[in-house]
């Protein structure tokens, strides 16, 4: 990699987990020296609706914080329903490619998921005759199968087939996980020299601990509460249902789950809250990236969740890096990785995913624990995300 760098995701005000990633390695590749161009759409996550100050135009340029930002017209759908949103892939795919073609770069990163952004990638960098890398956050088109979105049918073979050939024909690949990487090895056979981890990160700018705020938790009439929060996407994935499920067998009146967000999942939770009458739960929409550290200060425990399923043993949730910058202990319904790194750096407390009676004795356990016990300290340092956004730099760097 000489100066230029061409990069294709999410990209702020969006405030989700892809978003964040891609501005802030992008940041400070800039502060390293090196000139950053971004290929995104119009922001509109979660909900599909392009946001406040911004427009669905065909082309359109901005800088932020040093980085060119492109923005390119997609058939924009909600984080919803299966058929649309492929629509919205492949459009951000055939737009990003024609942008991409003019612009200068020496070299290309594409990132999955979205899957096709990978393929957006792959075609610019053979029409340039560049060198491009894809970056690995997630199994894709594994999860799509993982959450029971499409049966194994012609659909999702033809995906895997792609899947497939974008390993192998691209020049490097970023994994978040460990666990990424050893599939990708195994199951498709590429040298491990050619990969490299580097895992979801913290911020430690936006988060760290701080004071819960009185005001917030009067104004949600949560006072001498212990919240349990759960701050992000709402999705298939998440298994939302199976926590409002658990909430209902919850006899400690104190207990007040806080969940805070949309998703393809948002309304049946909303069902489910008002079929089962509970009082201990509110499901509050999203709020922008900004406030997210508010709510983050007057929860007790943070949640993380995820159906029960041997493809989520791979994953790696952002939330874990955020709570732990905040000195929140964590209740963890994912095994595999996740349940291994919270283990390790003693940052929580982990159930099987989808085991009613082990996520009722987690929360009693957290409820009665000191938060003296916790040492959140040797994550937050470890998981610098600019410490990790130089290393990813440097394997980019690297002939």
């Known amino acids: 990699m000489n100066e230029n760098t061409l990069s294709y995701g999410q990209f702020p005000p969006e405030s989700n987990a892809p978003a964040t990633r891609t501005y802030e390695h992008c940041k400070t590749w800039v502060e390293q020296g090196v000139e950053v161009t971004v290929i995104t759409g119009a922001p509109n996550f979660p909900h599909g609706k392009v946001y406040k100050g911004y427009s669905n135009k065909i082309y359109s340029i901005e800088y932020v914080d040093g980085i060119k930002v492109i923005r390119v017209w997609t058939f924009i759908a909600a984080n919803k329903g299966f058929l649309k949103r492929i629509i919205d892939f492949i459009s951000f795919m055939i737009s990003a490619f024609i942008a991409g073609l003019f612009v200068k770069t020496d070299l290309i990163i594409a990132t999955s998921p979205q899957f096709f952004t990978a393929v957006a990638g792959r075609w610019l960098a053979f029409w ?28 999702i073979r033809f995906f895997e087939y792609l899947e497939h050939r974008m390993y192998k024909n691209a020049y490097k690949i970023v994994s978040v996980t460990d ?52 701050i992000g996407t709402h999705g298939m994935a998440h298994k939302l249902d199976f926590i409002l499920q658990c909430a209902d067998k919850v006899k400690d009146e104190s207990v007040h789950f806080l969940f805070v967000g949309a998703g393809a999942e948002k309304d049946n939770l909303l069902k489910l809250k008002e079929n089962l009458g509970l009082k201990n739960v509110s499901l509050l929409p999203s709020v922008q990236k900004k406030q997210v550290k508010e709510y983050l200060s007057i929860i007790d425990v943070g949640l993380v969740n995820l159906r029960k399923s041997d493809t989520f043993k791979s994953v790696l949730p952002s939330k874990i890096f955020e709570l732990a910058a905040m000195h929140k202990p964590i209740l963890l319904g994912v095994e595999g990785e996740a349940k291994e790194l919270v283990e390790q750096y003693n940052v929580g407390l982990s159930f099987d995913p989808e085991n009613e009676t082990e996520f009722l004795r987690a929360i009693e356990r957290l409820k009665n624990s000191d938060l003296d016990r916790w040492e959140f300290s040797r994550l937050v340092a470890d998981f610098d995300r600019v410490d990790l956004a130089k290393k990813m730099l440097e394997f980019l760097k690297e002939d």
């Open 179 to 230: 666990s990424f990487k050893r599939y990708i090895i195994a199951d498709h056979n590429i040298p491990s020299s050619r990969i490299a981890v580097v895992k979801n990160g913290i911020n430690t700018s936006m988060f760290s601990p701080i004071t819960k705020s009185t005001s917030l938790i009067k104004e949600l009439g949560l006072e001498n509460k212990f919240i349990i929060g759960y």
């Open 128 to 155: 340039k005759r560049k060198k491009w890398v894809m970056e690995v956050r997630d199994l894709w088109p594994e999860s799509i199968k993982a959450v029971g979105a499409m049966d194994r049918n012609i659909a």
